[in-house]
């Protein structure tokens, strides 16, 4: 393969990621990585690393347009952050100590996870209450308010320790896969915080670009981010998803939602068998 | 504050995605026809430092992966004026794991 196919094939693979990651929901990454191991025979730590890059460009790029628009909770956000950065460490450190199948094995079950995720769907918003919001947070002024056609509606936060604790996995995770696990992070605001959907997904993306700089240096240091992989797949995605994002108001996205579970989950099943075959 | 960090985010990112096309297309009329070979040259970081194709792509990466950095740096600065001594101890902490896993490397 020379350089121009093998770059050209992985911008296009990686546009269509990042569209269908804007569309569903579900980010890029966990596709991208499959993608360059399986059918680009990258490196599994230059996939991660190149995946890592497109998380902070797609993430960073997305929280500029939805810090404006008021969902995001930017005090619960940073406060967040503290664990996930501290994860984000520890899970990138991993990276350079586990042998690489177990890596490819853990992504893979990463995988089938969030396409059951998918495939299950979003549930409904639990009613929001301000006043069973926990002390911590009332302390820190982490409630907020969800704009809405009749003014802001308040909001409490539940839970605050055991959402900052599911916050530490996500950044492991991050760490250790080169991507935002954006799954999880949601499903702590959403389930176990009580925070509005709404809010969980856009604080959730906002928080995903500090985690990923967390584990960037550290990838840097090992040289898993290598620019020739690294290129075609960032500025892919972010075409991709920006793409994705001027379609998504005016599309029906579930049956699309269930295709890319089903990719999602194909691409898992290889993941894992790499990761336990011989 | 949330005007700040949007424009602070947008800039960051446009001008990394800016800096990689660049080095990319540079990178790939002098490197275009070659085969690709992955385990050669790719042993030293240094590798790619320097102004040459790949160098200037990972200027670009650099700039994309500080760009959240200065996103908490400039969050950090606006809590110091608000007084809010509480928050801004929160992102100076943040601050610090992000340098100290950046430093390690630059």
């Given at each position: 393969m020379s350089v121009w196919e093998f770059s050209l094939g992985v911008f296009l693979g990686s546009t269509l990621a990042g569209f269908l990651g804007a569309l569903t929901g579900l980010g890029g990454g966990v596709v991208l990585v499959p993608l360059l191991v399986l059918?680009?025979?990258?490196?599994l730590h230059h996939a991660l690393g190149a995946s890592l890059v497109s998380v902070i460009a797609t993430s960073s790029g997305a929280a500029a347009a939805y810090v404006r628009e008021g969902y995001t909770n930017l005090r619960l956000g940073m406060f967040l952050e503290l664990a996930t950065t501290l994860g984000a460490l520890f899970g990138a450190g991993l990276l350079g100590v586990l042998p690489k199948r177990l890596v490819a094995l853990v992504f893979g079950l990463v995988l089938l996870h969030s396409a059951y995720l998918s495939y299950q769907g979003r549930l409904e918003d639990q009613p929001i209450d301000p006043k069973d919001s926990d002390p911590l947070a009332k302390r820190l002024r982490l409630e907020g308010g969800l704009p809405s056609p009749e003014g802001e509606r308040a909001y409490g936060v539940r839970r605050l320790l055991a959402g900052l604790g599911l916050m530490g996995l996500a950044g492991v995770l991050s760490g250790l896969l080169?991507?935002?696990s954006g799954a999880i992070k949601v499903l702590a605001m959403d389930?176990?915080?009580?925070?509005p959907y709404k809010v969980s997904t856009t604080t959730s993306n906002f928080m995903i670009g500090v985690t990923a700089a967390a584990s960037a240096g550290i990838y840097l240091r090992q040289g898993y981010i290598d620019p020739r992989v690294s290129f075609p797949v960032m500025l892919g995605v972010l075409l991709g998803a920006f793409l994705g994002a001027r379609i998504?108001?005016?599309?029906?996205t579930s049956w699309l939602r269930t295709l890319f579970a089903l990719v999602i989950a194909a691409l898992g099943l290889q993941m894992v068998a790499q990761g336990v075959g011989k | 504050m949330e005007r700040w960090l949007s424009w602070v985010l947008r800039t960051g990112v446009l001008l990394a995605a800016l800096l990689v096309s660049v080095g990319a297309l540079w990178y790939l009329m002098v490197d275009g026809q070659r085969e690709i070979l992955w385990d050669c040259a790719l042993k030293g970081v240094d590798v790619h430092r320097g102004l040459s194709p790949t160098g200037l792509i990972h200027l670009g990466l650099l700039l994309l992966i500080l760009t959240p950095v200065a996103r908490v740096a400039l969050a950090l600065g606006l809590y110091l004026e608000e007084r809010d001594w509480t928050f801004a101890l929160i992102t100076f902490w943040v601050l610090l794991v992000l340098l100290g896993s950046l430093l390690g490397y630059l």
């Amino acid at each position: 393969m020379s350089v121009w196919e093998f770059s050209l094939g992985v911008f296009l693979g990686s546009t269509l990621a990042g569209f269908l990651g804007a569309l569903t929901g579900l980010g890029g990454g966990v596709v991208l990585v499959p993608l360059l191991v399986l059918v680009f025979r990258v490196d599994l730590h230059h996939a991660l690393g190149a995946s890592l890059v497109s998380v902070i460009a797609t993430s960073s790029g997305a929280a500029a347009a939805y810090v404006r628009e008021g969902y995001t909770n930017l005090r619960l956000g940073m406060f967040l952050e503290l664990a996930t950065t501290l994860g984000a460490l520890f899970g990138a450190g991993l990276l350079g100590v586990l042998p690489k199948r177990l890596v490819a094995l853990v992504f893979g079950l990463v995988l089938l996870h969030s396409a059951y995720l998918s495939y299950q769907g979003r549930l409904e918003d639990q009613p929001i209450d301000p006043k069973d919001s926990d002390p911590l947070a009332k302390r820190l002024r982490l409630e907020g308010g969800l704009p809405s056609p009749e003014g802001e509606r308040a909001y409490g936060v539940r839970r605050l320790l055991a959402g900052l604790g599911l916050m530490g996995l996500a950044g492991v995770l991050s760490g250790l896969l080169g991507i935002g696990s954006g799954a999880i992070k949601v499903l702590a605001m959403d389930r176990v915080m009580g925070l509005p959907y709404k809010v969980s997904t856009t604080t959730s993306n906002f928080m995903i670009g500090v985690t990923a700089a967390a584990s960037a240096g550290i990838y840097l240091r090992q040289g898993y981010i290598d620019p020739r992989v690294s290129f075609p797949v960032m500025l892919g995605v972010l075409l991709g998803a920006f793409l994705g994002a001027r379609i998504l108001p005016r599309s029906s996205t579930s049956w699309l939602r269930t295709l890319f579970a089903l990719v999602i989950a194909a691409l898992g099943l290889q993941m894992v068998a790499q990761g336990v075959g011989k | 504050m949330e005007r700040w960090l949007s424009w602070v985010l947008r800039t960051g990112v446009l001008l990394a995605a800016l800096l990689v096309s660049v080095g990319a297309l540079w990178y790939l009329m002098v490197d275009g026809q070659r085969e690709i070979l992955w385990d050669c040259a790719l042993k030293g970081v240094d590798v790619h430092r320097g102004l040459s194709p790949t160098g200037l792509i990972h200027l670009g990466l650099l700039l994309l992966i500080l760009t959240p950095v200065a996103r908490v740096a400039l969050a950090l600065g606006l809590y110091l004026e608000e007084r809010d001594w509480t928050f801004a101890l929160i992102t100076f902490w943040v601050l610090l794991v992000l340098l100290g896993s950046l430093l390690g490397y630059l």
